[in-house]
């Protein structure tokens, strides 16, 4: 877990990163045990508001969705 925090004029901030440090499978197989919608996520490189499929986030993130659908059809069947 990485925590920072910091201060910006009377007010001070603290950000915490859970999984920052967790393999990207971990990370998959916990949002998959939460039901956490992971196709809401956005982590594309490019600049705009649709996702490029091109970057190295888009694809990581293209495989972490595999990962979760896989997840997904294990249990069903
Ligand atoms: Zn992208």
């Known amino acids: 877990m990485i925590v920072i ?8 901030y603290e950000l915490i990163a859970p999984f920052a ?4 499978q971990k990370v998959i197989k916990e949002a998959y045990k939460l039901q ?6 956005f982590s594309c490189n ?5 996702h490029c499929l091109l970057c190295r986030s888009c694809y990581e993130r293209e495989e972490a969705l595999k990962l ?5 059809q294990e249990e069903s069947s």
């Open 36 to 41: 956490v919608p992971i196709t809401w996520t």
């Open 68 to 72: 979760y659908e896989k997840l997904s």
């Open 46 to 50: 490019a600049i705009g508001s649709n």
């Open 5 to 12: 925090t910091f201060q910006q004029s009377m007010a001070k």
């Open 21 to 24: 440090e967790q393999p990207r």
